[in-house]
């Protein structure tokens, strides 16, 4: 039996002019995502993208897997193809929904005709379909509000198409149409939400980590590595620049008053972050924060803090509970990975003590007691990069 996987697009139907550049955007995506998965044929028709494996080696079960994490997708359907004949039709519906139909009580059927050469209308091939399997599945009955199992039958140019309930997509829109951003990205739980977050809304992302060696490991930064990639199983491949950040941090520890310590780190990272965002064409800064979390998460410490820069800095997690964060970071795959006990640089020198409302002037009188522009240039040149999303062969 011939199948197929059938796409509906999300928001991106409403995009007026928009919309060709976010179709294309997504059949591109799709494509590279599929390339180690076997040949398929990735097209759009009639407002719906169709995946077809090509041949017995395409594997469709890692294709669904791959469609549900491409943004832009608001459902996908795995769905069998017939020729354009009722009876054929009535069949295939049968076996090929035979598992879900029978584990259902209620069902009915939805039909669409886009070719209107075919000899029964929608309601008339709802109707037929309909009476076959209940005479098939004598169990079954009718349930045209609340069906378990609702049918779909698509008449369209290509054939016919059956199948069962569609899965939900990722939703959002096509990662590349929204410009790109830099996700200061930490190993904790909330940064890789917001980069998933902000991926979400059709942004790429450049990752940007601060490292302070030899106080947090190589190994801590293997898990960030590891976070992104999954964060890129969705947000498709991006590049990761590592700060060596000790330095910086140490002369704040030696010149700065201690509750000062938090907040004069956060704005070195944030104006390092955008020099670097800068030279890799982003146009925003995305971080964790989620307001009151802790003490540099007060509106008075990010009006600080963001004062540092002159990007845009985007935090999408700043009205969500922690418990939501938690729950998305199960969701993406990035929870269990967070959870692993590393240190982060921010944790290496934590004040007991820290200021939850600094005042602007006070900590810039503080900073005046160090070299801003000689720390930022001299961990700037001693970043490093590495790839990520790239490892999984051809496929981005
Ligand atoms: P997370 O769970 O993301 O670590 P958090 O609640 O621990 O967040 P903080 O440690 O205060 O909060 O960090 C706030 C935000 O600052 C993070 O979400 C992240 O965007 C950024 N950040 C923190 N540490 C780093 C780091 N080592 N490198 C890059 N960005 C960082
Ligand atoms: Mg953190």
């Given at each position: 039996m011939q199948e197929t996987i059938l796409i509906k697009l999300g928001e991106?139907?409403?995009?007026?002019?928009n919309r060709k550049n976010f179709e294309m955007v997504l059949l591109k995506s799709l494509r590279r995502r599929l390339m180690n998965l076997g040949e398929f044929e990735v097209k759009s028709a009639q407002s719906t993208i169709y995946v077809i494996p090509k041949n017995e080696e395409a594997d469709l079960d890692a294709a669904e897997e791959k469609v549900g994490k491409v943004f832009g997708i608001v459902s996908y359907s795995r769905a069998c193809v017939v020729e354009k004949d009722l009876p054929a039709i009535q069949k295939a519906a049968a076996d090929y929904l035979r598992d879900e139909l029978l584990e259902a009580s209620t069902f009915k059927v939805e039909s669409k005709r886009s070719d209107k050469k075919f000899p029964y209308t929608s309601p008339e091939i709802s109707r037929e379909v309909g009476a076959y399997l209940l005479e098939q599945f004598p169990h079954l009955s009718v349930d045209v509000h609340n069906p378990d199992v609702e049918v779909r039958v698509e008449v369209r140019d290509f054939g016919a198409y059956v199948h069962g309930n569609a899965r939900p997509g990722a939703g959002g829109i096509p990662v590349g149409t929204g410009g790109k951003a830099a996700i200061l990205i930490s190993g904790g739980i909330d940064s890789p939400v917001a980069a998933w977050s902000i991926a979400k809304r059709g942004v790429e992302l450049t990752a940007i980590h601060f490292a302070s060696p030899p106080y947090t490991s190589q190994r801590a930064e293997e898990k960030v590595v590891r976070l992104l990639e999954k964060v890129s199983e969705y947000s498709g491949r991006m590049e990761m620049i590592t700060v060596p950040f000790t330095h910086i941090q140490e002369e704040i520890l030696a010149k700065c008053p201690e509750e000062l310590f938090t907040i004069i780190m956060r704005r070195f990272m944030m104006r390092t972050a955008e020099r670097i965002a800068r030279r890799k064409g982003c146009e925003a800064l995305i971080t964790g924060e989620s307001l009151?979390?802790?003490?540099?998460?007060t509106m008075q410490a990010i009006a600080c803090t963001d004062a540092a820069v002159q990007m845009p800095v985007f935090r999408p997690l700043i009205g969500t509970d922690k418990a939501e964060i938690v729950a998305t970071s199960y969701k993406i795959g990035t929870y269990d990975i967070s959870i692993e006990p590393y240190e982060d640089c921010c944790t290496v020198f934590t004040p007991k003590h820290p200021r939850t409302r600094p005042i602007l002037h006070i900590v810039e009188t503080a900073e005046s007691a160090l070299d801003v522009e000689g720390l930022i240039e001299e961990c700037m040149q001693n970043v490093w990069y590495t790839r990520i999303g790239w490892n999984r062969k051809k496929e981005e």
């Open positions: 991106l139907v409403l995009k007026g002019l009151g979390q802790v003490a540099s998460q």
